[in-house]
């Protein structure tokens, strides 16, 4: 209630259904489309109803035949031998490992940073959550189960994950009070920039025992400037994106293959 308080302190209104139905109309959401969504509660001000009250509407705006689809991550569940904010003494490692849980679609918690909507939406009813133990994808409509079946273990952001299937579906990126620091898109398109493999690794059921798996993957956002990519996407696509102002941030809504191959050729380029 702390954002209430502030608003009520400062003479502000809520963010109702109605408001948040025109917003979406405005950004071009339709029925059938494909969304990828990253959002913010706190860039709405208070949005009565909160993370349900969004994700319904948004469902409603897209109808049986649109899919929504949000990323899911828990890479809280990567080996601690691998954790850079901040790494964790050696001698902790074993402890962490031996009391670590495995990965579960169902009950794996996503982590804290993605936030309030996703921890809401990954436990929808019906909605479909990928098998990768770090970089799952949580999906509902008439696709969602194509989206994030079949999730490898390798390249888990790559060419065959949800990801690629969801910039073949022509889906559109929706940013609700977000930036480009969570448009995890960006991340398809480093996987062309010939960087050289490394190896990470997490706990999974196999035949119902917890097991330690490792898989290949690509260093991810070491050049943290997706706030530049941001920058100069906008300013080259200008007129094919959909803006509107929050009451404290931004939306925005745009095509995920401009995007992706934007940032393609950005990091061929810069490597």
């Known amino acids: 209630m702390e954002n209430l308080e502030t608003m009520i302190q400062k003479g502000q ?34 949005l009565i109803g909160g993370a349900a009250m969004l994700i319904d509407t948004v469902l409603n705006c897209i109808g049986p035949e649109g899919t929504l689809v949000m990323p899911s991550q828990s ?36 982590d804290d940073a993605l936030g309030a909507v996703v921890a809401y939406f990954y436990r929808y009813p019906n909605v479909h959550r990928s098998a990768h133990p770090l970089y799952s994808f949580c999906a509902y409509g008439r696709d969602a189960e194509k989206i994030v079946e079949n999730h490898p273990l390798d390249y888990g952001l790559g060419t065959e994950s949800p990801l690629q299937k969801l910039y073949d579906a022509g889906a559109k990126i929706l940013m609700l009070g977000t930036t480009f620091e969570t ?37 991810l956002d070491i050049f943290d400037d997706f706030l530049d990519v941001q920058k100069e996407f906008f300013q080259k696509y200008a007129d094919q994106i959909k803006q509107c102002s929050l009451p404290s941030g931004e939306a925005y809504c745009f095509s995920m293959r401009d995007c992706v191959d934007f940032a393609k050729a950005y990091y061929q380029v810069k490597g």
Request: aromatic content about 12%.
């Open 13 to 46: 209104k809520p963010y109702y259904r109605p408001d948040l139905e025109r917003l979406l109309n405005n950004l071009g959401v339709t029925a059938g489309d494909t969304l990828i969504l990253h959002t913010s509660l706190k860039s709405f001000g208070y």
């Open 75 to 110: 890479v809280n569940n990567m080996n601690p031998k691998f954790w850079q904010y901040p790494p964790v003494p050696q001698d902790w490692h074993d402890d962490i490992r031996e009391t670590m849980l495995p990965y579960d679609p169902q009950r794996t918690p996503v």
């Open 183 to 219: 448009n995890t898109s960006l991340h398809l398109a480093e996987y062309f920039a010939n960087r050289p493999d490394i190896e990470e690794s997490a706990p999974v059921l196999v035949d119902g025992k917890k097991q330690w798996v490792s898989f290949k993957n690509v260093d």
